[in-house]
């Protein structure tokens, strides 16, 4: 049993800059792979970005590629996610979701754990 809570969402102007963080319960944090997904207001969730439970290998959605970077400290039992040069059009509820697995989740059915949000609200 995995519990994962988010922290670091708030109100944010355009160009603006967020650290997201998940914080996650348990001593097997490092056999998940951890995605980030989001999912704004009469929109489908959707994928963001995802890591190796290393952190060595990350994969980015096409909209957010070189300017989010997803990280994790398997000591803290944490993944962050850093975002750059925030748009309006990021604006939704961010949620990390773990995996047992070697790769985080690319689908949402893949996920086996999830945590309940974090909003984010980028202003033009």
């Known amino acids: 049993q995995v519990q994962l809570v988010e922290s670091g969402g708030g109100l944010v102007q355009a160009g603006g800059s967020l650290r997201l963080s998940c914080a996650a319960s348990g001593r097997t944090f490092s056999s998940y792979g951890m995605g980030w997904f989001r999912q704004a207001p009469g929109k489908e969730r959707e994928f963001v970005a995802r890591?190796?439970?290393?952190?060595?290998?990350?994969y980015y959605a096409d909209s957010v590629k070189g300017r989010f970077v997803i990280s994790r400290d398997n000591a803290n039992n944490t993944v962050y996610l850093h975002m750059n040069n925030l748009k309006p059009e990021d604006t939704a509820v961010y949620s990390c979701?773990?995996?047992?697995?070697?790769?985080?989740?690319?689908?949402?059915?893949?996920?086996?754990?999830w945590g309940q949000g974090t909003q984010v609200t980028v202003s033009s």
């Open positions: 979701a773990a995996r047992l697995a070697v790769y985080g989740p690319i689908n949402p059915s893949e996920a086996d754990y």
């Open positions: 890591c190796s439970r290393s952190g060595g290998s990350k």
